[in-house]
């Protein structure tokens, strides 16, 4: 299992369209949003609230290209070729999904680095290592979400159903537009999205506040949704191949 | 990883067991019958050659021999148990017909991936000398041409070091530069020991490569045996001669089938050429006389009747089982 999250790893690192898209655009976004003031309100809050949210937003890009990644391997042979040597179907479940959630740290980390070293984002240790972990604990709804769509779809429409997810959700979930300003009835909606749930629970750490129960829960919902999700497209891919 | 433990399990291994044993096995894919009631044995150590055109049945019999595809009807055991169970057991190793190599890693990367799944690989050097990679193992997989792609997808099916080794059209597509190479490196697999089934319409390969032919067609066997004795069994071996007069008594020759004269010369279809032609010189006539030996892709159009020539399908099977038994 070693073996495979770190060839898969490797390849991650080597592809360049990831780090530009993946790692480097959350930055040039939270940098475009705070230092040329597009965000209203006071510098400060919006840094931190933007920081949060584009973090979540690279999170999210990532634990979703991850899935089409996969997608990509199904159409090049490599899900069969794998289940021709002895690794078990579920050790490379699993393997993906681990991969899944290492491939996330640099997107999300990039951008509390460009938040402290930029603008100066102050927290208390106890704070970051709160948000850390919630953000980066929270991709796993999205990353078995981007694993199914892998499994079930081809190649192509894999590709495109997880950039439509990881964008809808996170414009829903008020990561590029803050939900507040929605109208209501979106608001509404907003509320019961993954996104929403993923990054509410980070922003109210950073603004001194415990995560929402209703965040936490509505997010470990998802959790069970998108797992089973990519449970049965792993066996439908199976039954497939 | 690999442990004396492990590393003696192919020692202890009851060699009587075939490696591969298929028992009537079907499989239809809506309509058609790809595969219909196939029966195939192959001891450990043989190196088969399954040949048969395009749509006759290969792909669906090696995608139910690895397991990938699970047959209607019939039993399918490899080493005495599931094709899974020789997968995980590390005893079975594939090369499917494409597909298999991923983007953004080396070959040296893939093949020690692959080889470090199995409890008991070879050294990655050994891999890549066998496959002739070793001056390509920093190269990425996805910056490769077709030839020396389809080597190290070998590579791949063979760095666990199974006891067999599956190949599905393992050449197709490749140059005549590139097959050989790539039959290089099976020869000196095969010279462990290992036991081989590799698909083909390229009937020289076959003759060349294998100890036994199994032809299909329609999903079934129409012939199995020695590349020699398929070639009796469809009775192509041809012995041509110059003739005057009476010719009738040609057709009375040992193993002779056929007789047809073509201006001043004889040509004279026979299963048993050296008959045939010691007949000819007790007789006293031979006269320029030529031997053509039975072209294989002649055997191969008369056996899978797809062609204008003699013996039905039906015949020749049967013929064929008598001479391997023989």
């Not at chain 1, 996170?170 to 749930?197: C, M, N, Q, Y």
């Not at chain 2, 690989?121 to 390509?136: C, E, F, G, S």
Request: aromatic letters at 8%; glycine letters at 10%; charged letters at 20%.
């Amino acid at each position: 299992m070693l073996g495979y999250v770190r060839l898969e790893l490797v390849r991650v690192l080597r592809d360049v369209t990831f780090l530009i898209f993946g790692v480097a655009m959350p930055v040039v976004m939270y940098l475009i949003f705070t230092t040329l003031g597009l965000a209203p309100g006071d510098e400060r809050q919006v840094a931190l609230f933007v920081m949060v949210s584009m973090a979540a937003y690279g999170g999210i890009g990532a634990a979703f290209n991850n899935g089409t990644g996969l997608g990509e391997d199904k159409a090049l042979g490599w899900v069969r070729q794998l289940r021709l040597t002895p690794l078990a179907p579920a050790t490379v479940v699993a393997g993906k999904t681990i991969t899944g959630m290492v491939v996330v740290v640099p997107a999300i980390a990039a951008v509390l680095v460009a938040g402290t070293l930029v603008n100066h984002v102050a927290l208390s240790p106890g704070q970051w290592a709160s948000i850390i972990a919630l953000l980066w604990a929270g991709t796993i709804p999205f990353t078995l979400f981007g694993l199914g769509n892998g499994y079930r779809l081809t190649s192509q429409s894999a590709g495109i159903a997880n950039f439509a997810a990881s964008m809808g959700l996170a414009v829903v979930g008020g990561l590029w537009i803050p939900a507040d300003r929605f109208p209501r009835w979106l608001k509404a909606i907003s509320e019961w999205t993954p996104t929403h749930g993923y990054a509410d629970m980070s922003w109210r750490v950073a603004f001194g506040q415990a995560p929402s129960p209703r965040s936490v829960l509505v997010l470990l919902g998802w959790l069970a949704v998108f797992g089973a999700y990519a449970l049965y497209g792993y066996r439908r891919a199976g039954r497939a191949a | 990883m690999p442990t004396g433990r492990w590393a003696v399990i192919p020692t202890v291994v009851d060699m009587s067991v075939n490696a591969v044993s298929l028992e009537e096995v079907t499989k239809s894919f809506g309509a058609v019958r790809a595969v219909d009631g196939l029966s195939l044995d192959i001891p450990q150590g043989q190196t088969l050659a399954l040949l048969g055109p395009n749509g006759a049945g290969k792909s669906t019999t090696i995608g139910m021999l690895l397991g990938l595809t699970v047959p209607d009807a019939g039993r399918v055991r490899v080493f005495g148990g599931a094709p899974s169970a020789a997968v995980r057991a590390g005893r079975m190793g594939a090369m499917p017909q494409e597909g298999g190599l991923i983007s953004r890693v080396t070959v040296r990367e893939l093949v020690a991936f692959v080889a470090g799944a199995y409890a008991a690989p070879l050294p990655v050097a050994d891999v890549l000398a066998t496959a002739r990679l070793t001056d390509l193992a920093g190269r990425r997989v996805d910056k490769l041409s077709g030839g020396q792609a389809q080597r190290v997808r070998f590579a791949l099916a063979l760095a666990g070091d199974p006891d067999l080794i599956v190949l599905d059209e393992p050449t197709a597509a490749l140059d005549v530069e590139a097959r050989r190479e790539f039959w290089d490196g099976m020869r000196r697999y095969a010279a462990r020991g290992k036991t081989i089934l590799f698909s083909t319409h390229y009937l020289e390969e076959a003759d060349e490569h294998a100890d036994r032919i199994v032809v299909i067609d329609r999903g079934r066997v129409v012939a199995d045996g020695t590349s020699r004795e398929i070639k009796r069994v469809a009775a192509l071996t041809t012995v041509s001669l110059s003739v005057d007069g009476e010719t009738s008594w040609l057709g009375r020759l040992p193993g002779v089938s056929m007789v047809e004269i073509r201006g001043r010369r004889a040509h004279l279809r026979t299963t048993d050429s050296d008959a045939t032609v010691m007949a000819l010189a007790e007789a006293r006539a031979v006269r320029d006389l030529e031997v053509s030996p039975a072209d294989l892709e002649d055997a191969f159009v008369a056996l899978t009747g797809r062609g204008a020539a003699s013996p039905s399908p039906t015949t020749a099977a049967r013929g064929a089982e008598e001479e391997s038994a023989a």
